[in-house]
């Protein structure tokens, strides 16, 4: 199955945030990951904030990204899903980060992993609820 994961999953993942064993399941399931190019930039600033908050060394920092970057997650460039984000960004009031995620999901009829429950939760009583799953409900 084709799937698309957030930056919040790979977050949880990484850095054992909430539903960390959720998120790790999926990035290690034998589903096909996708996710907008945006992602790397996404994931590399938690990073770095982390790294800026002492607690990672440069070094792990580096790590870590590389891991990021060993993924197998299949990446479309967010020039191609802009206009699509931008009209779900208008209509559901997210931001255009978040409706990258969502656009690809639509394009791609699946379905989308997140962490982000507020999203979840402002997209639950739309059409596009279809596509967007809180990793807090799937099984531990």
């Not at 290690?28 to 990951?33: I, P, T, W």
């Not at 997210?94 to 009829?109: E, G, I, P, W």
Request: proline share 4%.
């Amino acid at each position: 199955m084709t799937v698309v994961v957030d930056a919040s999953v790979v977050a949880a993942a990484f850095f054992q945030e909430d539903h960390h064993l959720s998120a790790r399941r999926i990035l290690a399931s034998d589903n096909v990951l996708h996710a907008p190019d945006l992602l790397v930039a996404e994931v590399g600033n938690v990073i770095w904030k982390r790294h800026g908050r002492g607690e990672i060394s440069a070094t792990e920092a580096s790590e870590l990204l590389d891991d990021v970057l060993r993924l197998p997650i299949t990446y479309t460039p967010a020039t191609a899903l802009a206009t699509p984000a931008m009209a779900i960004a208008l209509r559901a009031g997210r931001t255009v980060y978040d409706s990258l995620y969502v656009a690809l999901a639509v394009s791609q009829n699946t379905v989308m992993y997140t962490a982000d429950q507020r999203l979840v939760n402002t997209l639950a009583q739309s059409p596009l609820a279809a596509h967007v799953v809180s990793i807090a409900k799937l099984p531990t």
